[in-house]
């Protein structure tokens, strides 16, 4: 027989409980590996030798990105094999080799313009996780057509990077900042209603989806950061 549960019992409220640290472990992760990647770039961006060997030569810049895919790939497919130890070194590697790569923005935009689009984006982030999280209706019909819209966005940016079209250039950037402000509702409420369901404790599986939660708005976040670093940065040079 299923266990019943009624509301005020002790086992509801031990459920209650469970979800409730795991969603702020979602956020408490997520804040951290941007951290890591802040103080990565910005450490990076300070070393003009360490800086210039990374993005001078392809075949390390190349080696970075396969790499940051990879983990992404590995976490994303085979994260509840793995321990939660490794799950959160991986997550944290990854954190580190993104700051890495994306240490150029500290060469190509001044800080007070870097500052500048890390607020707005933290700002609209906040906004649409609580829509997100709040929000009634279910967002998971759109799954399919932000999954389309994605893959869409990927492939016009990779022909604009032989194209090197003006237009095409901000097309991207404006669809770029409505696909991950919709996917960050989107993924809110996904990871809402997956600790809801699985969530009933805390223990090494149940911290594995909050830490694969954490990783989906990370990547929402820092992908936003990007495109509205577009609108928003001023060029050093």
């Known amino acids: 027989m299923e266990r019943e549960i009624k509301y005020g019992s002790p086992v509801l409220e031990g459920v209650q409980s469970a979800y409730r640290v795991l969603m702020r472990k979602v956020y408490l992760w997520m804040s951290l590996a941007l951290a890591v990647t802040g103080m990565t770039s910005f450490y990076i961006a300070s070393n003009p030798g360490l800086l210039q060997t990374i993005f001078t030569s392809r075949g390390i810049f190349l080696m970075l990105i396969i790499a940051e895919l990879a983990l992404v790939f590995i976490l994303s497919a085979r994260i509840m094999k793995m321990s939660f130890a490794t799950a959160g070194i991986m997550f944290a590697a990854y954190s580190v080799l993104n700051g ?138």
Do not use: C, P
Request: net charge neutral; charged share 10%; glycine share 8%.
């Open 100 to 237: 890495v790569t994306m240490s150029f923005i500290f060469i190509r935009f001044t800080m007070s313009s870097i500052a500048g689009a890390f607020f707005v984006t933290a700002g609209m982030f906040a906004v649409m996780s609580f829509i997100g999280f709040t929000l009634k209706k279910d967002l998971a019909s759109f799954g399919s057509f932000f999954f389309m819209a994605l893959v869409g966005l990927v492939i016009a940016t990779i022909v604009n990077a032989f194209w090197a079209n003006s237009v095409l250039y901000w097309v991207i950037t404006y669809i770029g900042v409505l696909l991950f402000v919709g996917l960050t509702a989107y993924d809110t409420q996904k990871i809402k209603h997956m600790l809801m369901e699985y969530g009933d404790e805390v223990n090494d599986n149940t911290q594995k989806l909050a830490l694969l939660g954490s990783l989906s708005l990370y990547l929402d976040f820092i992908n936003l950061f990007l495109y509205i670093l577009r609108f928003f940065g001023r060029n050093d040079n």
